[in-house]
Every structure is written in structure tokens, then in C-alpha cells.
């Protein structure tokens, strides 16, 4: 692998509060459906928490930005040897922790150490697999060593497995931040809000509100009635109804970004019908993804892999693998010897129930039974993508890595296919991008030609904001929701 060098572009990050014009005593309101089920990232899972803390509250050595580059964070750059398997940090100074702590390389060989170990609860730690060793070289340089070359490592530590907290953390982190970031928690108001306020003592560049409030609703309707209220100045989802509410109302603007998520419908390849290859085909063939996304009122794309526009691996003729045929389908399963199959879904009550129904109503027409289960979405945490009690259950899974996670057998899916495992594995290690990204092309195909899972669509990134208001994010929004730039007019 050829040596990589990383350097921050601007001639200083340490800017003191105090020099910056464009910082002010405001409170910015920002509208979501799915509320955390806890604060600690280390231990608690779920794209809702990530929204909140990553880059917000906790960082990593690296930062993953709106467009999905990675860039320098705790690390102001680094170094990577010919041979891929030896990283070394050069960290920045003067950082504190929320505690007033120094931020040093003690506190980034434990952070790594610890969610690397075997017994690891970080949400992320399966992306540590790779990872050997951390060695603290001096105060601010970090040596870190892998098992095998792995060019998604530096996106790793911009993931839960890299938010460093001090290596004697003594904070309950799901009572108390204790990051680097440029805001800590404040006021948690279970099932209403959560409030970030700023880091006066932050060592960059200070966030320019004065305090950040993550507003929970139950769902779309009523977060469509706090945006139009006032309550909140921007909202992160939307529906067909909450479009046509403020499309043409000049107080608003709806502006479109790019995403990485997919509506997936996910299979317990461990469910004795589920496992064959030709049931999950012909599940595949009896839904009617097109019509799907006509029904929800058209703001989503279709793909045909856990891929997206803008990855290097996007393949746009995967959706013509396993098209709609529902009578195809039918004899399918009918010459695998399946002709009367009863599965439940469950899924977390904060999705649309239409989509749950759409399948239902699908799949009957080919033979196969579906019992719907909504629940709570810590239940479905808890019992399905922990305990694995399911046979379907749909989700919007925002990683945008998550087509790799398909080599992983004991992830919730339990789709274990070594060929596909194989194919990603060498792709990961390869010794540049560009065969990188050829092999996760061919696993995306793989993935599809198996049907490890259905895909119903990606959704567009559409946020509805007060036109008083700048600074927000729009694209990637469902993994990251950095609030410091965010301003309000006067």
C-alpha cells in the first residue's frame, strides 16, 4: 500500500471563543422522530445517538464529512507504511476533555483498546477486527498497529469504536458527556428533548449557538405541527403529507442533499425457510418496490444492493436482479417445495406502518402469510437486532458501510455465505481504492444475485427548515447531524 500522509489545511484550529464574530447566544430546535435509548457511545447502539453525539459531543481521530471524506479530527495527520499494516497519529495539543482533563495518547490506546477487546460492548466494535495494537510512542503521537491492511480504517475511527473518552473516565456516560466536543449534554427530557450547550472551553472553533435542542416526536404528524408552530426551526423527516404542507409557504425552504440509507427489508437467514436462497428470491420478486414508492409519494430511489448514488460501488443495473413477478415467484417457491409460509415482521413502531401493510398485502398474493409486530424501538433493539427473534424485520440502516457488514455472520442477519465473506475480506485488504472498490462491486452483485436481503428504497435527503435559519446539514443526515454551524437570523 502506498504511504498516505494527512494534514489539515487550515493554518490553525485553536481558535479562541473570544475571536469569533459569528458566534451567538441562540437556541436552535431541530426536529427528529427516533429518540436515543441512551447516551453512552460506547455502549449504546442506534443511528439516533450518533445523530446526537458524533462530532457533536465526542470525536475521533478522524471526521467523516457531509460528502462522505474522511478528513483530520484529534488527529491533526498521520502517516500510513508501504505495507498498510502500521498507522501513526500525530494528535493535536491543547484539547480537553469535558472533565478538564488533558487529551493525550493514554487516552487514545484506551479508547481503542477498549473497543477492540473481546468483550467489547461498543455498538461498533466489529469494525475493530482488524485492529492489533495501540502503542502511546510520546504525549501526542500514537502508533497503531493492524492485523491486516484495512483501507476503512480511518472511517472507523470517525465511528462510535474511535470517540474517545479519557482512559480514567470516571463519568456515567449515560447520565454526563465527557468528550472533546464542542457541546456537552444537557437537560435530558425523556420522550421530549435532549439539549447540547456549548463548550465554552472547546479547543477549536466554538459552536455558533449558544445551545442545541434535539426535539423527539411521536410521529411525523405531530413533528410536521411543531415545525409549523415554531416550535422547531428545522425537521430532519418528512412524508408526503408534511411536503405539500410547506413547499409553497415562503417562510420555509426545502432543500435536497445526497444520502446513504436504505429501507431495508432484513431476513433471519437462520428461519428454516428464510436460509434457502430461493424463498428470499421469490420474497424478493413478489414486491413491487416501484409501486411502493409511488404509494409513500415518490421521494425515494430504487437500488438493487446496499449501495447508493456517489459510492464507488453504485451499480444501477442491480435493480433489474429479482425484478416483480409475483407469478414467477409463485413457482418458485412452489418447485423449492413452499407453498404455504407463514412469517412474522417486526418492526419498530416509528417507521410508517403503509410500508409494513404493502408488504403484507404483497406477499399474500404469492403465498406467503405475514403476521405484523410493531414495538417499542428499545424492544426491537433489544429482542431483534440483539436477541435475533425475528424472520423479517424492515429498517433504515444508514451505515455507509453497511454493504460490508453482509461478511459478517454474526450480525442480526446471520446470512453466512463464504464466497461473499471472501469477496469483501479481499477488498478491504487491498492495496489501493480502486481495487477496493471493483471488489466491493462484485459483492454488491453477489449480495443481490443471493438476495441477502431486500432493499424497498433509499429515500431522498429533503429537510424542511424556517428560512431564518442557516448553517444545517443536508446530506448524510441519518448517521451525523453536526449542529455547531447552525445560526438563526437576528
Not at 498516505?4 to 431541530?30: E, Q
Not at 428461519?271 to 418496490?289: C, F, H, S, W
Amino acid at each position: 500500500m502506498r504511504i498516505l500522509k494527512a494534514s489539515i489545511l487550515l493554518t490553525s484550529v485553536l481558535v479562541l471563543g473570544a475571536c469569533s464574530s459569528n458566534v451567538t447566544d441562540t437556541s436552535v430546535n431541530i426536529g427528529f422522530i427516533l429518540e436515543p435509548t441512551g447516551l453512552d457511545p460506547t455502549t449504546v447502539s442506534g443511528a439516533a445517538l450518533d445523530q446526537l453525539v458524533i462530532d457533536n459531543v465526542y470525536e475521533g481521530l478522524t471526521f467523516r464529512d457531509q460528502n462522505g471524506e474522511i478528513t483530520p479530527k484529534l488527529a491533526k495527520d498521520w502517516d500510513i507504511s508501504e505495507d498498510g499494516l502500521t498507522y501513526t497519529f500525530d494528535l493535536q495539543q491543547g484539547v480537553k476533555f469535558h472533565d478538564g482533563s488533558d487529551f493525550t495518547s493514554e487516552d487514545v490506546v484506551a479508547t481503542l483498546e477498549a473497543s477492540a477487546a473481546e468483550d467489547s460492548k461498543n455498538p461498533d466494535h466489529k469494525l475493530m477486527a482488524t485492529f492489533e495494537s495501540a502503542t502511546a510512542i510520546d504525549e501526542y503521537t500514537v502508533k497503531v498497529t493492524l492485523s491486516e491492511p484495512n483501507t476503512k480504517f480511518l472511517d472507523t475511527l470517525a465511528t462510535d469504536a474511535g470517540m474517545i473518552v479519557p482512559s480514567d473516565n470516571a463519568v456515567d456516560l449515560n447520565k454526563e458527556s465527557n468528550g472533546t466536543g464542542p457541546y456537552t449534554i444537557g437537560e435530558w427530557a425523556t420522550g421530549t428533548s435532549i439539549t447540547l450547550e456549548r463548550n465554552e472551553n472547546y479547543w477549536g472553533e466554538p459552536a455558533k449557538n449558544s445551545e442545541a435542542v434535539f426535539r423527539y416526536y411521536k410521529d411525523q404528524t405531530a413533528a410536521t405541527n411543531g415545525l409549523a408552530s415554531g416550535e422547531i426551526d428545522i425537521l430532519t423527516t418528512y412524508n408526503d403529507d408534511t411536503l405539500s404542507r410547506f413547499e409553497n409557504d415562503s417562510n420555509f425552504v426545502i432543500k435536497e442533499g445526497s444520502q446513504t440509507s436504505w429501507m431495508t427489508l432484513g431476513f433471519n437467514s437462520k428461519n428454516e425457510y428464510l436460509k434457502n436462497p430461493t424463498v428470499r428470491q421469490a420474497i424478493r420478486m413478489g414486491i413491487d418496490k416501484d409501486g411502493l414508492i409511488s404509494a409513500l409519494g415518490g421521494n425515494m430511489m430504487r437500488t438493487g444492493s446496499m449501495t447508493a448514488p456517489g459510492q464507488a460501488w453504485w451499480d444501477e443495473s442491480l435493480t433489474k436482479i429479482h425484478t416483480y413477478d409475483p407469478q414467477a415467484a409463485q413457482e418458485l417457491l412452489k418447485g423449492a417445495g413452499y407453498e404455504d409460509i407463514t412469517l412474522n415482521l417486526r418492526v419498530a413502531n416509528n417507521y410508517d406502518s403503509a410500508i409494513s401493510e404493502y408488504i403484507k398485502a404483497q406477499l399474500a398474493e404469492i403465498g406467503v402469510t405475514v403476521n405484523i409486530e410493531t414495538m417499542e424501538f428499545a424492544s426491537w433493539l433489544e429482542e431483534v437486532f440483539q436477541g435475533g427473534d425475528y424472520d423479517m424485520t424492515m429498517v433504515l440502516h444508514v451505515d455507509p458501510w453497511m454493504l460490508t457488514y453482509y461478511a459478517n455472520p454474526g450480525y442480526y442477519w446471520n446470512y453466512d455465505n463464504p464466497e461473499v465473506q471472501k469477496t469483501i475480506k479481499a477488498a478491504l485488504s487491498a492495496a489501493d481504492y480502486a481495487a477496493r472498490d471493483k471488489g466491493l462491486t462484485q459483492a454488491a452483485r453477489m449480495i443481490s444475485e443471493d438476495a441477502a436481503s431486500d432493499w424497498l428504497y433509499i429515500p431522498k435527503a429533503l429537510t424542511i427548515a424556517s428560512t431564518e435559519v442557516s448553517g444545517y446539514p443536508v446530506s448524510r443526515t441519518g448517521s451525523r447531524y453536526p449542529v455547531y454551524q447552525i445560526t438563526l437570523a437576528d
